[in-house]
Nanobody
Framework: QVQLVESGGGLVQAGGSLRLSCAAS????????MGWFRQAPGKEREFVAS????????SYADSVKGRFTVSRDNAKNTVYLQMNSLKPEDTAVYYC???????????????WGQGTQVTVSS
């Protein structure tokens, strides 16, 4: 069992930046692939970014490429999502997930945090 806790969400103006964090409870955090997903009201949960266990392989949704950066610190059991040049369409609840394989499908992630709200005003 892995417990995940996201933080760092908030209200920001378009063009601004936020850094999300996801802290994991287990020391085996370093063995998991970590993913960031988001869900806007009335929409399905969608892939944002993922990072392999060693942090050497990352993947991004086309909508965030060049603006968002995913990273991890295995010594701190934490994964980050740096979000720059935010747009109103980035508004959503952001979730981190832990899984055993890199994927852009939420079904491949076994553990989820409670989510953190990101709101971008125009």
């Amino acid at each position: 069992q892995v417990q995940l806790v996201e933080s760092g969400g908030g209200l920001v103006q378009a063009g601004g930046s936020l850094r999300l964090s996801c802290a994991a409870s287990r020391r085996t955090f370093s063995t998991y692939v970590m993913g960031w997903f988001r869900q806007a009201p009335g929409k399905e949960r969608e892939f944002v970014a993922s990072i392999a266990w060693a942090g050497t392989s990352t993947s991004y949704a086309d909508s965030v490429k060049g603006r968002f950066t995913v990273s991890r610190d295995n010594a701190k059991n934490t994964v980050y999502l740096q979000m720059n040049s935010l747009k109103p369409e980035d508004t959503a609840v952001y979730y981190c997930g832990a899984g055993s394989r890199t994927s852009d499908s939420p079904r491949q992630y076994n553990y989820w945090g409670q989510g953190t709200q990101v709101t971008v005003s125009s």
